[in-house]
């Protein structure tokens, strides 16, 4: 496969195997490997962080391997956006995976498919292998969205310039633009809500910046209309306790692909992603976020 693939790891071997042996299976010419530092004083990371990374270096291929390994924790929002905008100053296009999102094996001739075609179409901003479990009557192999998700997806240069854009402007700047961009296509209160309070809880997020960036941008995301990426890492990850629900298992596209004759949104599956990715984590985290007040306020029992 000529697709560089991203790996994006931390101190999960048992996960990163399950993902690396996919990535194996599809033997790409290149890869980049960005993998954060251990946390301060936590022993346990030093010997995941070692493992993990010992794993990766067991390539049953031939290819190009480039690593971005951090010394000290550097955090998921740095760690992350640093990590890629380090690989788009190589590559103009690239699938990303993080160490538990798993992918069936025909994702990456579907992401790399769809790279070539939406090259040079700037609507479109990312290509992703996760699909909410929603029935999508149509013939067509993929349908678009606004929401760019996570699990398990590609980009290119031309649109990770979206993300770096937004880092250069003020947090609560960016948020209220952020907003405004989302109430010209969504009423919905809950999900405006979201865009007013959750991103200023969040700022260790690169994720949500992302998302926030495409749609600042009106960018379009392709779904398929089968899940292509399971997420094993069940509620440990970083940012997972705040969905609602983790994707079911994943399943083979078919080929060749059916295209879309146009850019049409499939609104079903935007609300469906507005339950489970935007209401939800606004009623969690706002509480997460109050607990967290109310512990830091109570007082401590000498």
Known sequence: MKTPVVLVFFNRPGHLEKVWNQIAKAAPERV????????????????????????????TWTCSVQTKYANENLGCRKNVSEGLSW????????????DDCVPNLSFFQFAEELLERYRNEPKVVSICGYQPSIVIPSDDSYIFSRYPLLWGWATWRRAWRHYQE?????????????????????TNKSVLRFWQHIPREVTSSWGYQWIAACLRAGGLTI??????????????????????????????????????????????????????????????????????????TRPSVS
Do not use: Y
Not at 260 to 273: A, N, Q, V
């Open 32 to 59: 980049f490997l960005i993998s954060d530092g251990p946390r301060p004083g936590n022993k346990a990371d030093v010997n995941k962080v070692k493992k993990a990374r010992d794993l990766v270096e067991k390539v």
């Open 166 to 186: 937004a880092d250069l402007i003020p947090w609560h700047e960016m948020w209220d633009e952020t907003r405004i961009s989302v109430s010209k296509f969504n």
């Open 87 to 98: 690989v788009f100053s190589q590559v103009e296009e690239a699938i990303i995976l993080e």
């Open 223 to 296: 779904l398929p209309t089968v899940n292509l990426v399971s997420n094993v890492g069940g509620l440990d990850g970083t940012h997972t306790r705040f969905v609602k629900r983790l994707p079911l298992p994943s399943r083979t596209i078919d080929f060749p692909l059916k295209h879309p004759s146009g850019f049409e949104r499939h609104l079903k599956c935007e609300r469906k992603l507005e339950i489970d990715h935007f209401e939800a984590s606004c009623l969690k985290l706002l509480a997460f976020s109050i607990l967290q007040k109310l512990r830091r």
